[in-house]
């Protein structure tokens, strides 16, 4: 159970087991065992295994939850990382677990860790269920590694009375022709990787005079006005004062790089692509303005899925993306050979795309239907990317990890010691 979806009573066992955690509102009610557990063995030589939902060991929960208790003393011994439960349920659900056994005193030696069905010696085992030092990755303001930051696209928050369909944009064109300068293309998760075509009214920096005679327009800016003014929150009661516009706009004015938030975990790429600022992005996308062809190619390949896989949250077993992921990424440092070779493999994967136009992102990234040329471009990515980390490409994607987190630890230290 997600914050969002606990009853009154189980806050209250929240609260309860959770008596020296005032921050544990957004953990998962599982955690609560682990936290009750660990008082229980204290000064003993108990050990405890639970299974778990995977979502513990993921994004923000590991910060929240890990950190507060290897500082009473947890250590955890052996884990198996994430597997599919299937539930005996009528409906079959599929359920991600991790299983963790621990205690709550150090224990020298090797631990195992369970990585599908087979045992690794690991030197210690960290919140993430990888064998690497224990490592905390928070919200910061800006990209570790000194990069272009990355935001939220634009929000509505219009009822749907600012979106239109393709249908509706083109009756509204043939009627007034002049309503085509301000009609853009609006891109959200869904619409990227599907290829779903949507538009907006964006009147930011439009005349009213080029609008106000235009009645569809102007029912549509009427009926948002009415929706943020029967809405519980007092900033977008603010917002029905300027009913033509987002209520959050962050559109960039130059080309952009845009992240799914939220993407399907069967793909072994998080279809990312570049954007023009005159499409729209909408606040299920991630923008990176400004960003090179460098930054796409390593932001497409494996080192970097392999981090967002461990340290991104779950919608679900979906990717959830977030600022987090991209802002703590360690960025390698390439040579001038090296930043051509990547730049070069990066437009092969735009190339390998741009060979089916007719094909949608999931058409593309399914694994099943991947093409072969698309397929071979990003090996080819994938390889020059581990080439400037200075990494084996033979090296599994938990070794991989465990090394950028090491660089992490030693970014963020580097960074304290500065400041």
Known sequence: MGHQYRSKSQNTDMEIAFHDLKKHGKLDYVSAWYNKACDFIQGTNIKVAFVSTNSITQGESVGLLWKFLFEKGLEIQFAYRTFVWDSEANDKAHVHCVIIG?????????????VEDQPHEASHINGYLLDAPDVFIES???????????????????????????????QLIRKYPASEEFIKRFVGSRDLINNEVRYCLWLKGVAPSAYRNIPPIMDR??????????????????????????????????????????????????PISFMSPDIIASNK?????????????IMMSNAHMAWTRVVCGRLKSDYSYSPAVYNNFPWPSPTNEQKARIEQTAQGILDARALYPDSSLADLYDP???????????TANDIAV?????????????????????????????EKTSE
């Open 102 to 114: 621990f205690t709550g005193y150090h224990v020298d030696g090797k631990k195992l860790l369970f």
């Open 140 to 170: 910061r303001g800006r990209q570790l590694s000194g990069l272009p930051a990355m935001s939220k696209g634009s929000q509505p928050t219009d009822g749907g009375f600012l979106l239109l369909s393709k249908e509706e944009r083109k």
């Open 221 to 270: 800016i009427k009926k948002v006005e009415e929706v943020r003014l029967q809405s519980p929150t007092k900033s977008v009661n603010k917002d029905a004062q300027t009913p033509m516009l987002f209520t959050q706009i962050r559109q960039p004015t130059t080309n952009y790089l845009a992240v799914p938030e939220v993407s399907s975990q069967n793909r072994r790429y998080i």
């Open 285 to 297: 996308l991630y923008l990176v303005p400004e960003a090179t062809m460098l930054m796409f190619g």
């Open 368 to 378: 099943l239907t991947m093409p072969p040329e698309l397929r071979e471009a990003h």
């Open 386 to 414: 581990m080439k400037a980390y200075g990494f084996s490409t033979k090296m599994s994607e938990a070794d991989c990890v465990a090394e950028l987190m090491k660089m992490y630890q030693k970014l963020t230290a580097d």
